[in-house]
Every structure is written in structure tokens, then in C-alpha cells.
């Protein structure tokens, strides 16, 4: 073991969150901060190609991959869990889409009492995060902010179609999806920049990396935060099998994200006492809570194979274009190499009486070999159909109380007793396929492969769901915050019962936002941020 170095705050985890809190904290050069990140550098030049995201879902340096143990109500399929393991964590290999959510789900996480995070509140960090190249002088938009969000030059034609269609249906078309209220259809904001994805390691990190009271220490895996008297004191962790320890003056930040912040607390005896007791790990804190509460966005495809070359896809027709678009993008940076492929989109709310979307369409210009995949070979089209509110939870738990070893992570999909997620589900599917059914789509549409034409019923639908479904890869509320026995943190995001820890990222949030959750977890990052250094100020008044 190497001598101990101290900072003021250690951070673990340098994904979404991590980069941000790291960034706002060294602001300050008299704040000295290590940052420490399981993964790799991002030097793979696949993670900034906008298009690379696809090798990416399945690169294992870079990428966790975990896989979910047999869903009971999905005729006992695991679940793909990829994760980013790499600078920038998950938005570094994510779809790059932005989406800050609804304005009632941050409503909703106040009236659920936890005061300082409604829409108004937090409307100003998703501001100052963000540098929008389209909207300027805008209430809802920053600029200037380190994260690059933009529409793409040129998105595939066939997402304009898309929107003809639902404009068929007489639906919302939606100027901008992120201004309080998302409901309706419309071209995506990307987090891209000149061509290349803006992942947080690249928007918060790269600039400022050099700052003297930053370091950043990568290939780290944490195995265990150090407490001592009920106080977080530091992290032991491990670089290529070497075992190091640092101490925290002021805080130790968990930043792991939604899957592995609960396993990081869990494998330091913070957690409940039966499923630390399983694997032989000393309780040193019960924490009920942590891992329960978990939400993830479950969806099914609406698939349709096509004739024409319009969509991304590879075969012997499409090849002088890939080439072309290749030279393209090496010399210019733009072209299709350039796009993010999920790229339109629409909310929906598929029955009266809810007060925001429940159902999100994500429009897929490619051919999938089969669900949960993004490309194959051939041409084809396909509305990925999300169900945003889900009202069954599932729970992270250990596997062992070895570092390294991967979480269980039981989502439990459609295991509310009133059913209300397969029946929300559904209606989203049949909607998809009214859109993907107008005439906007005669030219190119093909033979339908899910649901095939033969499953036209609710209960054909539900059984093609059971067997198709994936994820959309949002877990979140894992280390919830709140006021109940189950929340882990607070409205400070500090650990219930423990000085000088807090968690930081996508498993605070006690509810999943209507949409994709990059932007909100940066939001939250940023907010924190804030609290971290007013309650920082707060101690040195009281000490002087
Ligand atoms: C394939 C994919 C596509 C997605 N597409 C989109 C999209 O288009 N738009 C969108 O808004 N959202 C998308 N998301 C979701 C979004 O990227 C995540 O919600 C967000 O990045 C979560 O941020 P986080 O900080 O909570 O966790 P992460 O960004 O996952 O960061 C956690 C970090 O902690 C590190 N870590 C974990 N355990 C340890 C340990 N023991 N020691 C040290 N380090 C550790 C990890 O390596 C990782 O870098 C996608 C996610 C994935 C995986």
C-alpha cells in the first residue's frame, strides 16, 4: 500500500455526475479534490465518433455490460445492463440524446418533500451546465455552460417522415422538448459538438484538467469507503490488483451511478443488515433503502424491414454510401458517422387524466437482428416504445462480498399488482403502429417483424412484449432521496445517519423523469455542487 494522500473531497465515480461535482468543486484552487474512475481513459476515438455508440453498447473495456438474472414476468430472459466504464461514465457511451424530463417530475420529487428540487429550482442548473448552440437568449437555455447541446445538421431523412406521420394523426409537434413540457413530437437536441460526441469527461473535464487541485486517478476501483466513528474518512481502493487508500478531509462523494453506488455503499457495511449479513460483510451502518426503489424505462419495438437505403443499415446496396460518408466524415466531420442515430421522437399521454406523457417513442432509422440490438444487416425502421412511469419497482442486491464481483440487478418489470405498466405499454405500442401504418411510410415500408402482423389483440401484444422487451438503460432511485425510512439520502443528498458522505448521481432521484436521464443527472450534479459548497461555508462559519 503507497502512503495516503489527502484531499478535501474524494469523488468516486467520474461519470455523468462525478465530472460535474469534480469540476464545480476545484473552482475553488484552495479545494483540492481526487477524482477516482473504475474505467479507462476514453481514448478509444469510437467513443467521440457520434455513430461509434453503436460498437460501443457492446465494448467490454469501456463498458460493464452487466446482465440482469431472469425476469419472472419476462419468461425469465436476463436483462442487458450496459454501463460506461470509462472517463464520462454512461455519457460517454450513451445515445447522446438530450432530454432534461417534465417539469412535473421535479415538481413531484418536492411535494414528495424534498425541498429546493422542483422544476424552478433546478431550471437554473440545467442552464448553467449547458452551452445551446440553437437556442440563445432563451428562458429555458443556456449558453456558455460547458456541455455542447445541439440539433444534428443533418438528421436521417427518414426521421422526417416519422414526424409527417404523427403530424397525420393530427399529434403535437413539439418546437423544443426541453422547456418545461415535453408532450409531443419532434427532432431531438444532441449532446454533440462539431461532429464529435460531448460527453461530461470532454464538457467538464478535459478543459480543466490540469487545475493543481485536481487529480484524477483512472483504472481505480473503489472497494470500500473508510468510516471511522460514524464518519467517512476515506477510500481503499485498488489499481491493477495494487491495493491505495485515500483520505477525505471534508467529504467523500459517491458518484458510482444507479447500479453500483448502492453496491459501493453495501460492500462498505452501509445497507440492510439481511442482505449484508448473506455475504458476511459487518454492518456498519442499516440503511434499509439502499438498492430498493429501482426504476428502469422497459420497452418494445414496433419493427418494420425496408427495400430502400434510407435508413442506416449495411448491406452491398448502402456500401458506396457508407464509403462516401466515411471520407466525409474524416475530412469534415459530418455526415452520417456524424449523427447519433436516435434522433426524433415523441411524448405521449396514451389515456386521459395523466398529468404528463407515460409513454415515450423513440424513433430507430435502422434494421435490428433482433430486440434491443441497434443495427444488423439489411434496411429497416422501427419505434422503440418506452414506458416512462413505471410503477413496478425492483432492487439492486450483491452477488458476494468481493469487489468486482457485478451486482444483482432484479428490475422486476410488470410486477405492479394492478398491471397498469403492461397496459400502458401496450397502448403505446398500438399507437407506434398507427404512425408507423400512414401513408408517410408506403414507399418504405417493408414486412413488419415485431410485432408481426399476426398479433393484433392486447393479449398478443402483452405475450410479444414479454418476449421482446428491453431496456432503455435509465436505472435510477436506487439510493433515493426523501424523508421516508427508505430514502438514503436527504435533500442534501447526505447519507442518512453518516457524517461526510453523500451520493451524487442518477440514484438519488426518487422517481424517473419523463425522458432520458443524462440532463437531469447533470442538473442534479450541478446542484449539488452548490450544496456541497454552501454547507462547506456553513462549517467554517461555525468553526471561526
Ligand atoms: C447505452 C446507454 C445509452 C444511453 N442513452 C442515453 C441518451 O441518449 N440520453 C440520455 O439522456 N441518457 C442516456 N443514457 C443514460 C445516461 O447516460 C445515464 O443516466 C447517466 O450517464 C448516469 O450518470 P451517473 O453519473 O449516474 O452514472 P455513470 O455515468 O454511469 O457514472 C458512474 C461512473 O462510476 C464508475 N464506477 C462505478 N463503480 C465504481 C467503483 N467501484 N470505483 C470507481 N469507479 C466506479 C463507473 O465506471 C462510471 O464511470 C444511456 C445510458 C446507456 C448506458
Not at 139 to 155: C, D, I, M, S
Not at 237 to 261: L, N
Not at 275 to 299: F, P, T, W, Y
Request: net charge positive; aromatic share 8%; charged share 25%.
Amino acid at each position: 500500500m503507497s502512503a495516503t494522500e489527502t484531499f478535501h473531497y474524494v469523488i468516486i465515480g467520474a461519470g455523468s455526475a462525478g465530472c460535474v461535482v469534480a469540476n464545480r468543486l476545484t473552482e475553488d484552487p484552495s479545494v483540492s479534490v481526487c477524482l477516482l474512475e473504475a474505467g479507462p481513459r476514453d481514448k478509444n476515438p469510437l467513443i467521440h465518433i457520434p455513430a461509434g455508440f453503436i460498437r460501443m453498447l457492446f465494448h467490454p473495456k469501456y463498458n460493464y455490460m452487466f446482465m440482469g438474472p431472469g425476469e419472472a414476468n419476462l419468461k425469465n430472459r436476463p436483462t442487458f445492463v450496459p454501463r460506461g466504464k470509462t472517463l464520462g461514465g454512461s455519457s460517454s457511451i450513451n445515445g447522446m440524446i438530450y432530454i432534461r424530463g417534465h417539469a412535473r417530475d421535479f415538481d413531484e420529487w418536492a411535494e414528495l418533500g424534498n425541498a429546493g428540487w422542483g422544476y424552478d429550482d433546478l431550471l437554473p442548473y440545467f442552464r448553467k451546465s449547458e452551452n445551446n448552440e440553437n437556442y440563445k437568449d432563451d428562458k429555458a437555455h443556456g449558453t456558455g455552460g460547458p456541455l455542447n447541446v445541439k440539433y444534428l445538421e443533418r438528421p436521417n431523412k427518414l426521421n422526417h417522415v416519422f414526424l409527417e406521420g404523427a403530424a397525420a394523426l393530427q399529434k403535437r409537434k413539439i418546437p423544443d422538448f426541453n422547456a418545461g413540457d415535453n408532450e409531443g413530437y419532434g427532432i431531438f437536441q444532441t449532446t454533440t459538438k462539431a461532429g464529435r460526441r460531448h460527453s461530461v469527461a470532454r464538457a467538464f473535464i478535459k478543459p480543466i484538467e490540469n487545475r493543481p487541485n485536481l487529480k484524477i486517478i483512472t483504472d481505480a476501483q473503489v472497494s470500500n469507503i473508510v468510516l471511522n466513528g460514524g464518519r467517512a474518512t476515506g477510500v481503499a481502493y485498488t489499481v491493477f490488483g495494487q491495493s491505495h487508500r485515500v483520505d477525505a478531509r471534508a467529504e467523500v462523494i459517491v458518484s458510482a451511478g444507479a447500479i453500483q453506488s448502492p453496491q459501493v455503499l453495501m460492500l462498505s457495511g452501509i445497507g440492510d443488515p439481511a442482505e449484508l449479513g448473506k455475504h458476511g460483510i459487518e454492518v456498519k451502518h442499516a440503511l434499509r433503502g439502499v438498492g430498493q426503489n429501482l426504476q428502469e424505462h422497459i420497452s418494445a419495438p414496433v419493427h418494420f424491414m425496408s427495400d430502400r437505403i434510407t435508413s442506416y443499415g449495411i448491406s452491398l446496396k448502402a456500401m458506396p454510401k457508407i464509403a462516401w460518408n466515411a471520407l466525409l466524415y474524416a475530412f469534415a466531420r459530418k455526415g452520417l458517422f456524424a449523427n447519433n442515430i436516435v434522433e426524433s421522437g415523441g411524448f405521449i399521454r396514451t389515456m386521459p387524466g395523466l398529468d404528463r406523457p407515460d409513454v415515450q417513442h423513440i424513433f430507430v432509422p435502422t434494421h435490428q437482428g433482433k430486440p434491443g440490438e441497434l443495427l444488423a444487416w439489411g434496411h429497416g425502421f422501427r419505434i422503440t416504445t418506452v414506458l416512462l412511469h413505471p410503477k413496478s419497482k425492483g432492487r439492486i442486491g450483491l452477488s458476494s462480498g468481493k469487489v468486482g464481483d457485478p451486482p444483482v440487478i432484479d428490475f422486476r418489470f410488470f410486477s405492479d399488482p394492478g398491471g397498469e405498466d403492461m397496459k400502458a405499454l401496450i397502448r403505446g405500442i398500438k399507437d407506434a403502429r398507427r404512425i408507423l401504418m400512414t401513408p408517410a411510410f408506403d414507399k418504405y415500408r417493408g414486412v413488419a417483424v415485431w410485432p408481426p402482423e399476426s398479433v393484433q389483440t392486447d393479449e398478443q401484444i402483452e405475450k410479444f412484449i414479454r418476449e421482446y422487451s428491453s431496456t432503455v438503460f435509465h436505472p435510477v432511485g436506487t439510493c433515493k432521496m426523501g424523508k421516508d425510512d427508505m430514502a438514503v439520502v436527504d435533500d442534501r443528498l447526505r447519507v442518512r445517519g453518516i457524517e461526510g458522505l453523500r451520493v451524487v448521481d442518477a440514484s438519488i432521484m426518487p422517481t424517473v423523469t419523463t425522458g432520458n436521464t443524462n440532463a437531469p443527472t447533470i442538473a442534479i450534479a450541478e446542484k449539488a455542487a452548490d450544496m456541497i459548497k454552501e454547507d462547506a461555508r456553513g462549517t467554517q462559519r461555525k468553526a471561526a
